[in-house]
């Protein structure tokens, strides 16, 4: 493994107060208990199973320990139901600042899929609008920065629409595109207009690929869709020859992943609830960061995940055997990664992530 001696200075406080980039969250998926039960009474919305905050959590998070993304994806008809307001967007968007900020997140890349957003009439642009200025709000007066991916759904046929939205709000704190939702049934090559028109456009993207479907996915991201970044990505393990853990076979794809340096979004405990690992220990990460890939360590969806990027790479840590110096590759990795131009990243690592890491280290 990479860094398998364990320090006993990362416990959570600290990692909380390290700086940390998170490329792989949805804003629907990190929404505060209390706000979405608020939300509803709002709106008239009526379908939560409860309108206590702290039962709302654990049915939250119940309900996605179903190990299968389709049932993990149910309980976002209760956080998208109380999305339909230009204000409920805001404030959905300016307390998930707040949240990875107190997190001590420096830089993330948050999506959401404005198609979900319109049940009460607002146009797809005044729902980005919204979210963007939620998220500026929020991040004012704190070391956070935050990117928005505008996701389309891939069992829908609207993705070449969001992706033109995508691109005309690429100067109001858009930084890329994306799909998502249930990935059997639903290839990437299905929106392979939207791709070639973001590509045209000189824009960024990432495709949600290898998290309950394997390495098919994953080579029609790259190979037809051109993804510069894996949302997921961990079941590239799957063309990999393990009988001797010690030394991994890589097949061609898992070869190509890996020497192209393409980032692999990985959401550990996300995973696990999906069924994508059977559990933390069992996981692909420390196999893939053992070997080097480009990965990346994300919350996914830190309400149904019960989540967040300290806790995230506190177990990691602990399993893995991780220690500073590996919490910064991760983390440099990730700010390499950002769809922000080259030199603010490199402004980011050089005066937000080393300074700090260094001190850790030496510790």
Same mark, same amino acid.
């Given at each position: 493994?990479?860094?398998?001696?364990?320090?006993?200075?990362?416990?959570?406080?600290?990692?909380?107060?390290?700086?940390?980039?998170?490329?792989?969250?949805?804003?629907?998926?990190?929404?505060?208990?209390?706000?979405?039960?608020?939300?509803?009474?709002?709106?008239?919305?009526?379908?939560?199973?409860?309108?206590?905050?702290?039962?709302?959590?654990? !049915?939250?998070?119940?309900?996605?320990?179903?190990?299968?993304?389709?049932? #993990?994806?149910?309980?976002?008809?209760?956080?998208?139901?109380?999305?339909?307001?230009?204000?409920?967007? *805001?404030?959905?968007?300016?307390?998930?600042?707040?949240?990875?900020?107190?997190?001590?997140?420096?830089?993330?890349?948050?999506?959401?899929?404005?198609?979900? *957003?319109?049940?009460?009439?607002?146009?797809?642009?005044?729902?980005?609008?919204?979210?963007?200025?939620?998220?500026?709000?929020?991040?004012?007066? +704190?070391?956070?920065?935050?990117?928005?991916?505008?996701?389309?759904?891939?069992?829908?046929?609207?993705?070449?629409?969001?992706?033109?939205?995508?691109?005309?709000?690429?100067?109001?704190?858009?930084?890329? &595109?994306?799909?998502?939702?249930?990935?059997?049934?639903?290839?990437?090559?299905?929106?392979?207009?939207?791709?070639?028109?973001?590509?045209?456009?000189? &824009?960024? &993207? +990432?495709? *949600?690929?290898?998290?309950? #479907?394997?390495?098919?996915?994953? !080579?029609?991201?790259?190979?037809?869709?051109?993804?510069?970044?894996?949302?997921?990505?961990?079941?590239?393990?799957?063309?990999?020859?393990?009988?001797?853990?010690?030394?991994?076979?890589?097949?061609?794809?898992?070869?190509?992943?890996?020497?192209?340096?393409?980032?692999?979004?990985?959401?550990?405990?996300?995973?696990?609830?999906?069924?994508?690992?059977?559990?933390?220990?069992? *996981?692909?990460?420390?196999?893939?960061?053992?070997? =080097?890939?480009?990965?990346?360590?994300? +919350?996914?969806?830190?309400?149904?995940?019960?989540?967040?990027?300290?806790?995230?790479?506190?177990?990691?840590?602990?399993?893995?055997? !991780?220690?500073?110096?590996?919490?910064? !590759?991760?983390?440099?990795?990730?700010? =390499?990664?950002? &769809?922000?131009?080259?030199?603010?990243?490199?402004?980011?690592?050089? +005066?937000?992530?080393?300074?700090?890491?260094?001190?850790?280290?030496?510790?």
């Amino acid at each position: 493994m990479v860094g398998t001696t364990s320090d006993s200075s990362l416990s959570a406080d600290v990692i909380q107060a390290a700086p940390k980039v998170l490329l792989h969250d949805h804003l629907d998926g990190g929404l505060r208990s209390a706000t979405i039960i608020e939300l509803a009474a709002q709106s008239g919305y009526t379908d939560l199973p409860t309108t206590d905050p702290g039962d709302l959590d654990i !049915w939250m998070q119940r309900g996605a320990s179903r190990l299968d993304l389709v049932l #993990y994806l149910e309980t976002f008809a209760h956080t998208v139901g109380v999305m339909q307001t230009r204000e409920a967007l *805001h404030r959905v968007a300016y307390e998930c600042a707040e949240d990875l900020a107190a997190d001590g997140v420096v830089y993330a890349e948050v999506r959401f899929a404005p198609e979900q *957003h319109t049940e009460q009439g607002l146009s797809l642009d005044e729902i980005v609008e919204a979210v963007v200025a939620g998220f500026e709000e929020g991040t004012r007066g +704190t070391d956070l920065r935050i990117g928005t991916l505008v996701t389309a759904m891939r069992h829908a046929a609207r993705s070449r629409e969001i992706a033109e939205l995508a691109v005309r709000h690429r100067d109001n704190g858009v930084v890329g &595109f994306d799909i998502a939702g249930a990935e059997a049934g639903n290839p990437p090559t299905r929106h392979l207009d939207a791709f070639h028109y973001i590509q045209r456009e000189n &824009f960024h &993207f +990432t495709i *949600h690929a290898g998290e309950a #479907y394997g390495p098919p996915s994953i !080579w029609e991201a790259i190979q037809y869709c051109g993804a510069e970044r894996l949302g997921h990505g961990v079941r590239i393990v799957d063309d990999m020859d393990l009988s001797d853990p010690e030394h991994p076979v890589l097949g061609p794809l898992a070869a190509y992943v890996r020497d192209r340096r393409i980032p692999l979004e990985v959401c550990p405990q996300s995973n696990i609830h999906t069924g994508a690992a059977k559990s933390l220990e069992d *996981h692909p990460i420390g196999l893939l960061a053992a070997m =080097k890939y480009r990965v990346t360590i994300n +919350t996914d969806n830190r309400l149904m995940s019960n989540t967040s990027m300290t806790k995230e790479m506190t177990l990691c840590a602990e399993v893995f055997g !991780w220690d500073w110096a590996v919490l910064q !590759w991760l983390t440099i990795n990730a700010m =390499k990664s950002a &769809f922000i131009p080259f030199d603010e990243r490199l402004e980011i690592i050089n +005066t937000q992530i080393k300074p700090v890491y260094r001190r850790l280290i030496a510790a």
